[in-house]
T-cell receptor
Framework: NAGVTQTPKFRVLKTGQSMTLLCAQD?????MYWYRQDPGMGLRLIHY???????AKGEVPDGYNVSRLKKQNFLLGLESAAPSQTSVYFC???????????FGPGTRLTVT | AQTVTQSQPEMSVQEAETVTLSCTYD???????LFWYKQPPSRQMILVIR??????QNATENRFSVNFQKAAKSFSLKISDSQLGDTAMYFC????????????FGQGTTLQVKP
């Protein structure tokens, strides 16, 4: 039982490049989330999904797209990376009994 | 919209002493959960403690306890007998029971435990 995993753990991009972050969970959770963490701002929700085939915008969705083609996977895409997207990205999944989100180890992304 | 505020960016405590981290939140809802997460240098987010708003009794997990004041919208974390391994960033977070499990985080408090 690996819980929530994220690929890759680190990445450096040049401005304008694209990439996809992969999140996988093996707990059969319906809900999944992508957050970004910036210094002094805590974690902020980018997008989330309440089930396979569904996605919704969070607090800071601009510049990102997501897909949930399979229940266990939640992909976060950056089509044209910008330096403002330099951050640490966390994926999480959720079950409502007990109420708890399970987090992946994070991905540190640097855009130069 | 809900907000979570942690007004102490940094704190320090001597090993074996007690420290309290503050958190206030704003919501118009009645049913929700509050959490404290720990983020050590490894970056992993670790759930420390959870409080259901409908429970009047304050949650306790070993050396960690909360002071939940619903009317004041305050949710502080007390760490007793502080250990060096408690050095980490601590986040307070709010989850509405009607909001698809989304978490709203405070800005975080960096806690350093000194030997």
């Amino acid at each position: 039982n690996a819980g929530v995993t994220q690929t890759p753990k680190f990445r450096v991009l040049k401005t304008g490049q694209s990439m996809t972050l992969l999140c996988a969970q093996d707990m059969n959770h319906e809900y999944m989330y992508w957050y970004r963490q910036d210094p002094g701002m805590g974690l902020r929700l980018i997008h989330y999904s309440v089930g396979e085939g569904t996605t919704a915008k969070g607090e800071v969705p601009d510049g990102y797209n997501v897909s949930r083609l399979k229940k266990q996977n939640f992909l976060l895409g950056l089509e044209s990376a910008a330096p403002s997207q330099t951050s640490v990205y966390f994926c999480a999944s959720f079950q409502n009994s007990p109420y708890e989100q399970y987090f992946g180890p994070g991905t540190r992304l640097t855009v130069t | 919209a809900q907000t979570v505020t942690q007004s102490q960016p940094e704190m320090s405590v001597q090993e074996a002493e007690t420290v309290t981290l503050s958190c206030t939140y704003d919501t118009s809802e009645n049913n929700y959960y509050l959490f404290w997460y720990k983020q050590p240098p490894s970056r992993q987010m670790i759930l420390v403690i959870r409080q259901e708003a409908y429970k009047q009794q304050n949650a306790t997990e070993n050396r960690f306890s909360v002071n939940f004041q619903k009317a004041a919208k305050s949710f502080s974390l007390k760490i007793s007998d502080s250990q060096l391994g408690d050095t980490a960033m601590y986040f307070c977070a709010f989850m509405s029971m009607s909001n698809t499990g989304k978490l709203i985080f405070g800005q975080g408090t960096t806690l350093q435990v000194k030997p």
